[in-house]
């Protein structure tokens, strides 16, 4: 985007806010559409990538486990949400106060994160001794454990057959007021004192203890908050998805959402959702090359996986020439929708001006 038009709030608020907010109040009205659960799988995934980029691009740390607190936070909202008469069923062995407890989803989306907080807790004290590769390791392996848990109690999360019945619960309105609550407290929590220490830590962790940062205090409290976060957004995909189990929730699941913090750019919080559009809608456009396409006459034969392979090509290609992602160090996303400046722009004559001279620049460049 021209430099002068970037800087235009005026065109902030077209392009990032009501352009994005009308395309979501048009796919509510359609709930069921094909469409609509792919924005509401975006919606969803911005949440995990963003809570995943607090951890892997503020703090310096690499965790490779966000799948296993989304696992926690979507079967503790489940077991929370569903109906005593299928809790009965499905798992016998809940305390009885448990079988007959059955709370509002938000409330349960909110316990199911805090029980992924309490975990990456006790998990961090252990996991923030090691570095680099050897703690990616490590919240890998809480993976493994997670799942073994979920798969092996029986009468509790009903075992490999997983939970069904989930009452579908995220929709449009949910997941996208979720998301921007989500990062706004991140957001909030990257731009604090508290953010400026985590960067600190990344880039000079020496430096940042000579400064009277507690590193270890740092990285568990960083670790916690992205594990809510985490929590909630497995909450949301339990409840859309209706019927989970743990292959839900295993390797596949973290590698995803390290990939869409890859693409977007991990190093800000606006890349989680360029990351998100472009790993939900662009497999999409590529699904019609599998089944084999008709052009000039010509038929291509039909190749399983081809969307993966060409998503695969394109990331190595990132990782080689744009390491920052798509998006880059910008978070222009953010600070378009969380700056008052961007909704009292309609009010001043000034941005008028400011729009009038960037698209007559824009004309001249073209004509040049």
């Given at each position: 985007?021209n430099?002068?038009?970037?800087?235009?709030?005026?065109?902030?608020?077209?392009?990032f806010?009501?352009?994005?907010?009308?395309?979501?109040?048009?796919?509510?009205?359609?709930?069921k559409?094909y469409?609509?659960?792919?924005?509401?799988?975006i919606?969803?995934?911005?949440?995990?990538?963003?809570?995943?980029?607090?951890?892997?691009?503020?703090?310096?740390?690499?965790?490779m486990?966000?799948?296993?607190?989304m696992?926690?936070?979507?079967?503790?909202s489940?077991?929370?949400?569903?109906?005593?008469?299928?809790?009965?069923?499905m798992?016998?062995?809940?305390?009885?106060?448990l079988?007959?407890?059955?709370i509002?989803?938000g409330?349960?989306?909110?316990?199911?994160?805090i029980?992924?907080?309490?975990?990456?807790?006790?998990?961090a004290?252990?996991?923030?001794?090691?570095?680099?590769?050897?703690?990616?390791?490590?919240?890998?392996?809480?993976i493994?454990?997670?799942?073994?848990?979920i798969?092996?109690?029986d009468?509790?999360t009903?075992g490999?057959?997983?939970?069904?019945?989930?009452?579908?619960?995220?929709?449009?309105?949910?997941?996208?007021?979720?998301?921007?609550?989500t990062?706004?407290?991140?957001?909030?929590?990257?731009h604090?004192?508290?953010?400026?220490?985590?960067i600190?830590?990344?880039?000079?962790?020496?430096?940042?203890?000579?400064?009277?940062?507690?590193?270890k205090r740092?990285?568990?409290s960083?670790?916690?908050?992205?594990?809510f976060?985490?929590g909630?957004?497995?909450?949301?995909?339990?409840?859309?998805?209706t019927?989970?189990?743990?292959a839900?929730?295993?390797?596949?699941?973290?590698?995803?959402?390290?990939?869409?913090?890859?693409i977007g750019?991990m190093?800000?919080l606006s890349g989680?959702?360029?990351?998100?559009?472009?790993?939900?809608?662009?497999?999409?456009f590529?699904?019609?090359?599998?089944s084999?396409?008709?052009?000039?006459?010509?038929?291509?034969?039909?190749?399983?996986?081809?969307?993966?392979?060409?998503?695969?090509?394109?990331l190595?290609?990132l990782?080689?020439?744009?390491r920052q992602?798509?998006i880059?160090?910008?978070?222009?996303?953010?600070?378009?929708?969380f700056s008052?400046?961007t909704?009292l722009a309609?009010f001043r004559?000034s941005?008028?001006?400011?729009?009038?001279?960037a698209?007559?620049?824009?004309?001249?460049?073209?004509?040049?």
């Open positions: 985007m430099a002068k038009l970037r800087d235009c709030s005026l065109i902030r608020l077209l392009l806010v009501i352009v994005p907010v009308a395309f979501l109040a048009v796919c509510a009205t359609k709930p559409s469409v609509t659960g792919i924005v509401i799988t919606g969803i995934y911005i949440v995990l990538c963003a809570s995943l980029n607090l951890i892997n691009g503020f703090s310096g740390m690499f965790s486990g966000h799948a296993a607190f696992a926690i936070g979507a079967y503790i489940a077991l929370l949400t569903l109906s005593s008469n299928v809790k009965e069923n798992c016998p062995g809940l305390p009885d106060w079988i007959h407890t059955q509002p989803f409330f349960a989306l909110i316990i199911g994160g029980m992924a907080m309490l975990v990456s807790v006790l998990v004290f252990p996991v923030v001794r090691t570095k680099g590769h050897y703690l990616s390791v490590v919240t890998l392996a809480l493994v454990v997670v799942r073994a848990v798969d092996n109690q009468t509790i009903n490999s057959r997983g939970l069904n019945g989930i009452p579908v619960k995220s929709n449009i309105l949910s997941v996208y007021i979720v998301a921007v609550i990062l706004f407290i991140l957001y909030r929590i990257v604090s004192e508290y953010g400026r220490g985590l600190a830590m990344r880039d000079d962790p020496v430096a940042a203890q000579t400064l009277g940062i507690n590193l740092k990285k568990i960083c670790f916690a908050i992205s594990a976060f985490a909630i957004g497995g909450g949301l995909w339990a409840h859309y998805l019927a989970i189990s743990g839900n929730f295993y390797f596949t699941k973290s590698f995803d959402i390290v990939e869409i913090s890859i750019g190093f800000t989680s959702i360029l990351g998100a559009v472009f790993f939900t809608v662009v497999p999409e590529l699904a019609p090359l599998e084999g396409l008709k052009i000039a006459g010509f038929q291509f034969p039909s190749m399983f996986g081809l969307s993966n392979i060409i998503m695969a090509v394109f190595i290609l990782i080689i020439f744009r992602g798509l880059g160090n910008s978070e222009i996303i953010l600070d378009s929708w008052k400046d909704y309609p004559k941005e008028y001006q400011k729009l009038g001279a698209v007559k620049n824009l004309f001249h460049r073209k004509k040049a």
